[in-house]
């Protein structure tokens, strides 16, 4: 069971995810809260696996805020970044404030699901258009060559670990490609992020795209 906590200042919002996401069988929203502060309370008191958190709350603290308290407090939480906002900078500063994913509002019913369900597991995820943006930064960084400080810092295996997050697996799933242990996998991660010194996976999946990675060796 997914246990989900809604952060929006919109009641009306919160009542329609409430009602789609309690309908699904494996996932419950366990709380609910209208703004950043209050949002943090709750999921220090309820300890869920995905915030759903609104990007604008006018009153009281803001989505990128809380996102980046909570990840302080709570680092092992899932932060999933609710937005009207398509727009590149919104993005990047969901990603660097720990957010684990972002979906737009508008986005379809199936679309959300995936989504909640892709951050509980621990992959990020990113609304089709935003990972084009990204996809369009990790060409051109290929064209400006600058991808030498990335592969100049990681093994060989660890530049394969990192180039299958970006890619979105999950931890099990880059053990059986790479025919090793789950256990192994996170050393590694544990790895880059020392060495990048970076504390989330969405950190890592920005990086690989910025200096990229991503089509290394796999």
């Known amino acids: 069971m997914i246990k989900i906590l809604l952060v929006d200042d919109h009641a009306v919002v919160r009542m329609g995810l409430t009602m789609l996401l309690n ?34 709350m006018p009153h009281g603290k803001d989505g990128l805020s809380a996102t980046e308290e909570l990840m302080k407090q709570m680092p092992e939480v899932a932060v999933l970044i609710l937005t009207m906002h398509d727009d590149e900078e919104y993005l990047f500063k969901a990603i660097q404030a720990g957010a684990s994913g972002c979906i737009l509002k508008s986005a379809p019913q199936d679309e959300l699901i995936a989504a909640i369900e892709s ?25 400006q060559g600058n991808t030498q400080e990335a592969i100049s810092l990681l093994s060989d295996r660890e530049k ?8 979105g697996f999950s931890n099990k799933e880059i053990a059986e490609k790479l025919t090793i242990s789950v256990k192994t996998v996170e050393t590694h991660k544990g790895n880059l992020m020392e060495k990048l010194q970076m504390k ?3 950190e890592l999946v920005q990086y690989a795209l910025k200096k990229g990675l991503l089509g290394y060796g796999i």
């Open 119 to 143: 951050v509980a597991e621990g992959n990020a995820y990113l609304h089709p258009m935003a990972t084009k943006r990204l996809i369009t930064e990790y060409m051109e960084a290929i064209k």
């Open 200 to 202: 989330t996976r969405p």
């Open 23 to 56: 309908h699904h069988p494996n996932m419950q929203v366990v709380g609910e809260a209208s703004e950043g502060n209050e949002g943090i309370k709750k999921a220090l008191a309820l300890k869920p696996n995905v915030v759903i958190m609104d990007l604008s």
């Open 160 to 167: 394969e670990v990192l180039t299958l997050i970006a890619k």
